[in-house]
């Protein structure tokens, strides 16, 4: 009885060491049964295999004759947390439930009520899955135990992290909507072996993000060298923190600078543009940090603010050159001599000119050609400043940028592959 109970506990600390698997099924995989029924198990002793053609045959995918292996896969999508433009990328958490039928795991339910067991996921074949877009990712549970069922119907659940590239059009920023795919590869396998059938379920709850999702699909890709499922999440920008912290300070720095015109050409004036041309180049510079550039299809909001920046330059040049002019011409009207005595020595029956004409000859006196010169340039640039803003609405509205097309797809022998 000692003997017996020592060798029993030896056997079960080689079977919780070694991994285990099957060969061909549980209804042949060797004499050792469990629990006296059909269901039957092999036990590696160790990781070193008889030959290569052994270890082929123990992960093979299985047979389902000419056609292929049929696998559903159903995505749920739990949450978007992370979209960044500046670096064209998307953050997600997924789950997928795979499942498909393998007959060689099928056993006789006669007799007992063993309906399903689980497995872990190197104990029997799997598809092995990568995300072709992915920067990382990282599994949820690095032993997952898949669900086998007698009729041999397997299912298994992979929860993931994931960071993939994006190809965000931002033309349109901060109205912007988007289109990610992330593709799942089955690279160790052919599309004569394995076939995906691909569905997507939205299970985002949250909805206090900058970019929400607003409709997800997924399919199945043909004229593949390898089985492959894409799924695709459209996004949309809620634009209210970008309008908030970029377009409302460069409408006020614009507004800023048409009413600086009304100030009376002079030291004032100058000193009040040039400040303002200031700091409009601090908020271009931080501008310029908050948004993507691309190789095309720079956002449409970079080309405005640098028009106001090229506008804010104009007005404030025309104000240094005209009050410099309106400086000269006051000194030249203080260097001249006056004629105040040869008035004196006018003829007493002249009286002179009237009142009304000597004040009116004073209010034409007043504007010189330098504040003329501005009047005109400020009725000019405030309807410069309206057209040019009905011109970016225009453009806003009605203007698509087509982007250039994708190295692979315009080299010559770039592209998808086809068979």
């Known amino acids: 009885m000692a003997l017996w109970l020592l060798l029993h506990l030896t056997f079960l600390r080689l079977a919780t060491t070694q991994p285990f698997t099957q060969e061909h099924g549980f209804g042949t995989l060797g004499p050792r049964s469990w629990s006296n029924r059909n269901l039957r198990f092999s036990v590696w002793p160790s ?4 030959s290569p053609q052994e270890f082929q045959e123990i992960i093979q995918i299985p047979n389902n004759g000419s056609a292929p292996l049929l696998v559903d896969v159903q995505v749920f999508v739990s949450n ?3 979209v960044d433009i500046l670096r064209y990328t ?51 549970d690095q032993n997952p135990r898949a669900r086998v069922d007698q009729d041999g119907h397997v299912e298994l659940y992979l929860a993931l992290t994931t960071e993939t590239n994006c190809d965000f059009e931002l033309f349109h920023f901060p109205r912007d909507q988007n289109e990610c795919k992330l593709s799942f590869f089955a690279l160790s396998n052919t599309v004569m072996e394995l076939e995906f059938r691909a569905s997507v379920v939205n299970e ?19 004229q593949q060298l390898v089985p492959c499922f894409e799924v695709t999440l459209s996004v949309q920008n809620t634009a209210l923190k970008a309008i908030i912290a970029l377009v409302v300070p460069g409408q ?3 507004l800023a600078d048409l009413c600086g015109g009304l100030l009376p050409l002079g030291t004032e004036r100058t000193a009040y543009k040039v400040t303002l041309l200031l700091s409009y180049l601090v908020f271009h510079s931080s501008l310029v940090q908050s948004l993507p550039s691309s190789s095309s ?16 330059c104009v007005s404030t040049t025309e104000t240094v ?22 008035g004196e020595q006018q003829d007493c029956g002249n009286p002179g000119p009237s009142p009304e004409e000597a004040l009116s000859g004073v209010k034409g006196s007043r504007m010189s050609q330098a504040e003329f010169a501005d009047h005109i340039f400020f009725l000019v640039y405030v309807a410069g400043v309206m057209c040019g803003q009905c011109i970016f609405a225009g453009l806003w509205k009605w203007v698509t940028c087509q982007a250039d097309p994708a190295p692979g797809k315009a080299a010559q022998h770039g592209g998808q592959p086809k068979l």
């Open 47 to 50: 990781f070193n295999l008889s």
């Open 80 to 82: 978007v947390f992370n």
């Open 90 to 140: 998307l953050s997600s958490k997924l789950l997928l439930r795979l499942s498909w039928l393998d007959t060689r795991l099928a056993w006789n339910s006669t007799g007992h009520q063993l309906g399903t067991v689980t497995l872990p996921w190197d104990s029997l074949w799997t598809p092995g899955l990568v995300i072709q877009e992915a920067i990382w990712v990282n599994w949820q």
């Open 204 to 222: 985002i709850v949250s909805v206090k993000r900058e970019y929400v999702v607003q409709d997800m699909k997924a399919q199945t890709p043909s």
């Open 252 to 254: 006020a720095l614009l």
């Open 297 to 312: 299809c720079n956002p449409l909001l970079i080309y405005y603010f640098t028009a106001l920046l090229l506008l804010l």
């Open 321 to 342: 050159l005209l009050a410099g002019l309106l400086a000269r011409e006051n000194v030249r009207a203080e260097s001249s001599p006056s004629s105040a005595p040869r």
